[in-house]
């Protein structure tokens, strides 16, 4: 059972990842959508968070993440957590 900190935790990941997909599939791949604070640098946490994120999908062996690369690409739509 969640707590109310990951109910609100789930929530807010849904709501974003809802956002995001709503403009583009793969907008989490678009620097210009985020705040220049969260993109700046050659190491930013940007970068540092999509490397993190993509290297978990690319490891990933759930169904629907390999139907996903088998139908779409190895690019990932937008993160949900």
Known sequence: MLDPIER??????A??????GSKDPFAHLNRSLFDAK?????NS???RW???FDTRFQQANDPFILHHKA???PNS?????
């Open 38 to 42: 969260f993109v700046m640098g050659s």
């Open 8 to 13: 609100v935790e789930v929530a807010v990941g």
């Open 71 to 73: 139908k779409y690409g």
């Open 77 to 81: 739509p937008v993160p949900f957590g």
């Open 45 to 47: 946490l940007y970068d």
């Open 15 to 20: 709501a974003i990842a809802i956002r995001l």
């Open 50 to 52: 999509l490397n993190k």
